[in-house]
């Protein structure tokens, strides 16, 4: 595993009054056991092979230096981490990574907002709408890159010279800063459906009853949206929030069809460079301490996001 | 309202069930395959396929060897495009699912020589053509099948350069940059664009640039000093007349390059298009590229390679010869194969080698030029004619196969940057200095 999938892994809490009442008796605990364990079991089971057993691994190989294939590795202690902090190609791409997520956070949730908040005001057609919207999602990365590749480097092209705009007569995956802009447009066409159902559900939550009091006592619209619905959406807002940071920082499908990190490496994404770093130069060692410092600075990042804004949350 | 909702509802039934019965139809074609090896009792074997342009003649060819012996099942896995050898074999040995073969360039067998047999009995080890097994046998043993010779250069379309010469061009007068030049702007008086350089990291970092690595003596051995000396950061590129002089070159080229206003947007596709149809004189690429060119042909096959100069002087080494060497190689794994597979492996290699079935396949539909002196086959195809007739005539210095393998990624990278202006060759000497400084 060369990252880390799922950030937050339920781990199995035991009922501490529960386990208490088992204690009592030792062929109790046994029949309790074996009964959490015909449940669970399986469960927990494929949870720890295919994801703390290969996390566990992982972490032991940031301590080695094997090349990804070699029989035999030895152990080198912490100098792959130090090589993690001299890896300046790291860290400007986790820089970039950082600017990427900043905007298609940002744009990818305004956009579907907007979109939910459109689609709910009882247009005609509204179901074709969502369906519409949501459709870019059941495409994959891969194959996504690919169709927006032929679609900047060849049709926009066409049509800029065509037309002559100027903005368009030369593909923008061969200049780096329009070639970051490639990534977080298709990003944010990709996502902001997916977002915009998660909206949709929470602004039909919104309690009517309020939102006539509201009216009543003189609110517009405007008022209404900023005082009332967006306080009573925070759940939404964490989700989708917590979904597209997530998924900004894992981005590699991506960025692998669409710009493969060029031009000139400009846009190389910090996953890509781990798993370049792992199976192209043959640094397992150190592409798995990369992958494991990212999996840190993520973990802590979403956190941090989730408890603020769980502290934003509101009764009706 | 209702009637959208019908809509929607509809298309959103029918991409499931088109998403089901995609999985539904893969499902059922694994249990057949198995089903199918299970009661012939035969073998099944696999082969990572690195040579993706060959796909389809490497699929017809299991079937060819599949009728010659029924009791072996060959299937070919691909690597997807963008995916090195390395990277997609590395990952399939690190997950357990490694295929019987595997098609490697040269420079990686030597990692995964503690996973792959020891093929040094086999007789065709005496019938390959001279010093083509040398950098796959490690004490004494070869462990791989060398399947291609490729070669790479300034490919050109006859048809356009003998109206640019009026005449019957000569590939033998391009030797110095100068007459290069000179070519460039007869092609453009003519009314064609001179040539079209792909920008993939690839074509610059594994083919352009390694010249300059080549191109430092015809001593093989002065070839491994100065890699070595570049390991060691004792080299200084910008003083180097070979770099140079093939930078003088790529200057050259660039000047007449037909993208020049956009230089990185050029796909591959775009190249052998170009060239096929006359509308540039000259593209620089390798051998592989006869199956693209020839869907755009209108020279009547008549194309060849000219070398890339490095100098004004035609006698210095490098302005003769074109780059050529043994490029793939298939490997057998031996830890997850039995001794039937293996068996049915090797005679696989033979089938190649000897079978009038196997040459045509390699020589006639995947357009390969041989690494195996008994093949007295020519290739149809022009580009590998080509090679051949330099091979011939001893003119051609050894591609370095044996580069670490991010070089292409990095230095490529770097070349880019030159290719598009946005590094000087200052920048880039120093670039490809600190990227072999890095390398371990």
């Given at each position: 595993?060369?990252?880390?999938?799922?950030?937050?892994?339920?781990?199995?809490?035991f009922?501490?009054?529960?386990?208490?009442?088992?204690?009592?008796?030792?062929?109790?605990?046994?029949?309790?056991?074996?009964?959490?364990?015909?449940?669970?079991?399986?469960?927990?089971?494929?949870?720890?092979?295919?994801?703390?057993?290969?996390?566990?691994?992982?972490?032991?190989?940031?301590?080695?230096?094997?090349?990804g294939?070699?029989?035999?590795?030895?152990?080198?202690?912490?100098?792959?981490?130090?090589?993690?902090?001299?890896?300046?190609?790291?860290?400007?791409?986790?820089?970039?990574?950082?600017?990427?997520?900043?905007?298609?956070?940002?744009?990818?949730?305004?956009?579907?907002?907007?979109?939910a908040?459109?689609?709910?005001?009882?247009?005609?057609?509204?179901?074709?709408?969502?369906?519409?919207?949501?459709?870019?999602?059941?495409?994959?990365?891969?194959?996504?890159?690919?169709?927006?590749?032929?679609?900047?480097?060849?049709?926009?092209?066409?049509?800029?010279?065509?037309?002559?705009?100027?903005?368009?007569?030369?593909?923008?995956?061969?200049?780096?800063?329009?070639?970051?802009?490639?990534?977080?447009?298709?990003?944010?066409?990709?996502?902001a459906?997916?977002m915009?159902?998660?909206?949709?559900?929470?602004?039909?939550?919104?309690p009517?009853?309020?939102?006539?009091?509201?009216?009543?006592?003189?609110?517009?619209?405007?008022?209404?949206?900023?005082?009332?619905?967006?306080?009573?959406?925070?759940?939404?807002?964490i989700?989708?929030?917590?979904?597209?940071?997530?998924?900004?920082?894992?981005?590699?499908?991506?960025?692998l069809?669409?710009?493969?990190?060029?031009?000139?490496?400009?846009?190389?994404?910090?996953?890509?460079?781990?798993?370049?770093?792992?199976?192209?130069?043959?640094?397992?060692?150190?592409?798995?301490?990369?992958?494991?410092?990212?999996?840190?600075?993520?973990?802590?990042?979403?956190?941090?996001?989730?408890?603020?804004?769980?502290?934003?949350e509101?009764?009706? | 309202?209702?009637?959208?909702?019908?809509?929607?509802l509809?298309?959103?039934?029918?991409?499931?069930s088109?998403?089901?019965?995609?999985?539904?139809?893969?499902?059922?074609?694994?249990?057949?395959?198995?089903?199918?090896?299970?009661?012939?009792?035969?073998?099944?074997?696999?082969?990572?396929?690195?040579?993706?342009?060959?796909?389809?003649?490497?699929?017809?060819?299991?079937?060819?060897?599949?009728?010659?012996?029924?009791?072996?099942?060959?299937?070919?896995?691909?690597?997807?495009s963008?995916?090195?050898?390395?990277?997609?074999?590395?990952?399939?040995?690190?997950?357990?699912?490694?295929?019987?073969?595997?098609?490697?360039d040269?420079?990686?067998?030597?990692?995964?020589?503690?996973?792959?047999?020891?093929?040094?009995?086999?007789?065709?080890?005496?019938?390959?053509?001279?010093?083509?097994?040398?950098?796959?046998?490690?004490?004494?043993?070869?462990?791989?099948?060398?399947?291609?010779?490729?070669?790479?250069?300034?490919?050109?379309?006859?048809?356009?350069?003998?109206?640019?010469?009026?005449?019957?061009?000569?590939?033998?007068?391009?030797?110095?940059?100068?007459?290069?030049?000179?070519?460039?702007?007869?092609?453009?008086?003519?009314?064609?664009?001179?040539?079209?350089?792909?920008?993939?990291?690839?074509?610059?970092?594994?083919?352009?640039?390694?010249?300059?690595?080549?191109?430092?003596?015809?001593?093989?051995?002065?070839?491994?000093?100065?890699?070595?000396?570049?390991?060691?950061?004792?080299?200084?590129?910008?003083?180097?007349?070979?770099?140079?002089?093939?930078?003088?070159?790529?200057?050259?080229?660039?000047?007449?390059?037909?993208?020049?206003a956009?230089?990185?947007s050029?796909?591959?596709?775009?190249?052998?298009?170009?060239?096929?149809?006359?509308?540039?004189?000259?593209?620089?690429?390798?051998?592989?590229?006869?199956p693209?060119?020839?869907?755009?042909?209108t020279?009547?096959?008549?194309?060849?390679?000219?070398?890339?100069?490095?100098?004004?002087?035609?006698?210095?080494?490098?302005?003769?010869?074109?780059?050529?060497?043994?490029?793939k190689?298939?490997?057998?794994?031996?830890?997850?194969?039995?001794?039937?597979?293996?068996?049915?492996?090797?005679?696989?290699?033979?089938?190649?080698?000897?079978?009038?079935?196997?040459?045509?396949?390699?020589?006639?539909?995947?357009?390969?030029?041989?690494?195996?002196?008994?093949?007295?086959?020519?290739?149809?195809?022009?580009?590998?004619?080509?090679?051949?007739?330099?091979?011939?005539?001893?003119?051609?210095?050894?591609?370095?196969?044996?580069?670490?393998?991010?070089?292409?990624?990095?230095?490529?990278?770097?070349?880019?940057?030159?290719?598009?202006?946005?590094?000087?060759?200052?920048?880039?000497?120093?670039?490809?200095?600190?990227?072999?400084?890095?390398?371990?």
């Open positions: 595993m060369i990252l880390p999938a799922g950030l937050f892994p339920v781990l199995p809490v009922n501490t009054k529960e386990s208490e009442h088992a204690m009592i008796g030792e062929k109790g605990f046994w029949n309790r056991l074996r009964l959490r364990l015909l449940f669970t079991g399986p469960t927990l089971f494929a949870f720890l092979a295919v994801m703390i057993v290969p996390f566990i691994y992982g972490i032991y190989l940031t301590f080695t230096s094997w090349d294939i070699s029989v035999a590795h030895t152990l080198v202690g912490f100098r792959n981490y130090g090589s993690v902090f001299a890896d300046a190609e790291f860290w400007s791409s986790f820089g970039l990574t950082l600017k990427y997520v900043l905007f298609t956070v940002v744009l990818t949730n305004v956009l579907a907002f907007m979109l908040y459109a689609l709910t005001k009882s247009v005609k057609g509204q179901n074709v709408f969502r369906a519409g919207f949501f459709m870019p999602n059941l495409v994959g990365g891969i194959v996504l890159g690919f169709i927006w590749q032929f679609i900047f480097n060849n049709v926009l092209v066409y049509l800029g010279q065509k037309a002559s705009i100027g903005i368009f007569s030369a593909s923008w995956l061969a200049e780096p800063d329009k070639a970051f802009w490639t990534l977080v447009i298709v990003t944010v066409w990709q996502y459906g997916y915009m159902v998660i909206y949709v559900a929470g602004l039909t939550g919104v009517a009853d309020i939102q006539e009091a509201a009216s009543i006592d003189g609110a517009n619209s405007w008022q209404k949206l900023i005082r009332m619905t967006i306080p009573m959406m925070v759940p939404s807002f989700v989708c929030l917590f979904l597209s940071l997530q998924r900004g920082f894992m981005v590699y499908d991506l960025n069809t669409l710009t493969k990190g060029g031009p000139f490496g400009s846009t190389q994404l910090v996953s890509m460079h781990v798993y370049q770093k792992a199976f192209l130069s043959r640094d397992y060692g150190v592409g798995q301490a990369e992958a494991f410092v990212l999996f840190l600075l993520v973990a802590v990042i979403t956190l941090l996001q989730v408890y603020f804004s769980k502290k934003m509101v009764e009706a | 309202m209702k009637g959208f909702k019908k809509v929607s509809t298309a959103l039934t029918l991409i499931v088109a998403s089901l019965s995609a999985c539904g139809s893969s499902d059922s074609k694994s249990t057949a395959s198995s089903d199918k090896s299970g009661t012939d009792n035969g073998v099944k074997i696999t082969l990572l396929n690195s040579k993706g342009e060959i796909q389809t003649q490497l699929e017809d060819a299991a079937k060819s060897f599949h009728e010659a012996y029924p009791d072996i099942t060959l299937e070919i896995q691909q690597v997807p963008g995916t090195s050898p390395f990277e997609r074999a590395s990952t399939l040995y690190a997950s357990g699912n490694q295929p019987t073969m595997i098609m490697l040269t420079g990686d067998v030597a990692k995964f020589k503690d996973h792959i047999l020891d093929l040094g009995d086999a007789k065709w080890n005496s019938d390959a053509i001279d010093s083509a097994l040398d950098l796959t046998t490690f004490e004494g043993k070869n462990y791989a099948f060398p399947l291609a010779v490729e070669g790479y250069g300034l490919i050109y379309n006859k048809a356009v350069l003998d109206k640019a010469v009026g005449g019957n061009f000569d590939p033998a007068s391009i030797n110095t940059t100068s007459s290069l030049e000179e070519l460039f702007k007869k092609i453009e008086a003519s009314g064609k664009k001179a040539l079209t350089i792909s920008p993939m990291d690839w074509s610059l970092g594994a083919h352009y640039l390694p010249l300059a690595y080549g191109g430092q003596s015809k001593d093989s051995t002065e070839v491994a000093g100065f890699i070595s000396s570049l390991r060691a950061g004792t080299v200084d590129l910008s003083s180097n007349k070979v770099f140079n002089g093939l930078m003088d070159t790529f200057d050259v080229m660039m000047k007449y390059n037909m993208d020049q956009s230089p990185l050029p796909t591959y596709e775009k190249g052998p298009e170009m060239l096929g149809k006359g509308e540039v004189g000259i593209w620089f690429m390798g051998n592989w590229a006869w693209q060119i020839s869907g755009f042909d020279a009547n096959k008549q194309y060849g390679f000219l070398p890339v100069p490095v100098s004004n002087n035609p006698d210095d080494y490098g302005n003769a010869q074109i780059s050529a060497a043994v490029s190689r298939i490997v057998v794994d031996k830890e997850k194969t039995t001794p039937e597979q293996q068996a049915a492996a090797k005679k696989f290699f033979d089938w190649i080698v000897y079978e009038q079935a196997g040459q045509d396949f390699l020589v006639n539909k995947a357009n390969i030029v041989p690494a195996f002196k008994n093949i007295t086959m020519e290739t149809p195809d022009p580009l590998g004619k080509s090679i051949q007739a330099y091979l011939a005539a001893g003119k051609v210095e050894p591609s370095l196969s044996d580069l670490p393998a991010d070089h292409w990624t990095k230095v490529g990278a770097s070349m880019q940057k030159y290719l598009s202006k946005a590094g000087d060759r200052a920048t880039l000497a120093k670039e490809i200095e600190d990227y072999w400084k890095t390398v371990k």
